[in-house]
């Protein structure tokens, strides 16, 4: 079976398609044919069908099933779901998936997820029920409604539907589950990182084996993590206040060269100019508000960052608002990237930062120095 010309969709976070799109062109994937809202489309480079490499950036990844100019807005015109899952060839598709993948073969059942833009008269599950109950039908297995909030059962594969105002497009996931739901995160606190950003951020970073890297409210690791996966080599350091924080890092980190310790952001136990890298997800207040130091002067956050980075060094963050550079650069720091990105409906900012200027603070040391270097 040749695959040389099989089409794949990676789906994303909206802002992050540059980014998916470098992935599948640098691991020699396949060639890229479009990029689109959260969607980056490429053909198979291969001739012989073989297990894919996991692209980190992007949130799934699945085959190209069927796609038509979109069928409209109102409800009467939903029928026209059951032509487009009657366009998949089917067979094929089950054939590609199996060879392209490490998981299951066997399908006990089907589920599908919609999502569209634009105004409509149905919901995304009006859609899902029409076209998941056409394509079970074809492929006599149940059908699995997410109407009801209730996860489909384990071994369900699983099916995208979009619908962007101009295609509709039907897919069929690669793996057994979405990319971004990754193995090492066995724990969660509030305000953790979304796993394809923080590997995006890490890639934007430019982290070399000889760097020492930062992130100073590491929250559950996923930044140190996603670098350390990305760039091995790497010292990898990250800091919390919150001693659930630190332990949850920690468990996330067992099998990754990170260290996580307990120290607040706003007086870091490190030396003056020692970090190549900084990554990190500062506790603006949206979903987690600032302690210890920050909550009483949050002009701290940028003194000790630019405290600690190296005179050549970087700093990537994730920011609410583009309002907060002008603290940043009064600060002796000089913004040299901005990307919008939007994350759980919300717009911000993946922003890159050098030193401007030498810190006017006289060096510290600590008990930790040594390991610094």
């Known amino acids: 079976m040749r695959i040389s010309r099989t089409r794949l969709v990676a789906r994303c976070i909206r802002g992050l398609e540059p980014e998916v799109a470098a992935e599948v062109l640098e691991s020699g994937l396949g060639s890229v044919t479009r990029l689109g809202h959260r969607e980056v489309h490429f053909r198979l480079r291969s001739s012989r069908p ?195 924080a630190v332990a949850t890092a920690r468990a996330n980190a067992a099998a990754v060269p990170v260290r996580v310790d307990r120290g607040d952001a706003g007086r870091l136990p490190i030396p003056d100019a020692s970090v190549d890298r900084v990554l990190c997800n500062p506790p603006w207040g949206a979903q987690v508000h600032p302690r210890g130091l920050l909550a009483d002067s949050p002009f701290r956050w940028w003194t000790e960052l630019r405290r600690v980075l190296a005179p050549d060094g970087r700093a990537l963050l994730l920011l609410p608002t583009t309002e907060t550079l002008t603290d940043a650069i009064r600060h002796g720091l000089t913004p040299v990237h901005v990307q919008g990105v939007r994350v759980s409906g919300a717009q911000s900012y993946i922003v890159a930062l050098h030193p401007s200027a030498p810190p006017k603070t006289r060096r510290r040391t600590s008990r930790t120095e040594g390991n610094l270097r």
């Open 50 to 244: 073989e297990p894919i490499p996991e692209l980190r950036t992007a949130d799934d990844l699945f085959l190209q099933a069927a796609r038509r100019p979109d069928f409209g807005t109102t409800k009467q015109d939903l029928t026209a779901l059951t032509g487009l899952a009657a366009l998949a060839d089917t067979d094929l598709l089950l054939r590609l998936r199996r060879a392209l993948t490490r998981g299951a073969t066997d399908m006990p059942g089907i589920e599908v997820s919609a999502s569209f833009l634009g105004r409509r008269t149905f919901t995304r599950y009006d859609a899902e029920d029409v076209v998941g109950t056409a394509l079970a039908e074809r492929l006599g297995v149940p059908y699995h409604s997410r109407r009801t909030g209730a996860a489909p059962p384990p071994g369900y594969w699983g099916w995208r539907l979009t619908l962007d105002g101009a295609h509709a497009t039907l897919m069929l996931r690669v793996g057994d589950r979405p990319l971004h739901r990754r193995a090492y995160k066995q724990r969660s606190i509030r305000g953790t990182l979304h796993p394809p950003l923080a590997a995006a951020m890490a890639v934007l970073a430019g982290i070399r084996p000889d760097h020492t890297v930062l992130d100073p409210c590491c929250g559950a690791g996923t930044l140190l993590i996603e670098a350390a996966l990305a760039r091995p080599g790497a010292r990898l350091y990250g800091f919390d206040l919150s001693p659930d």
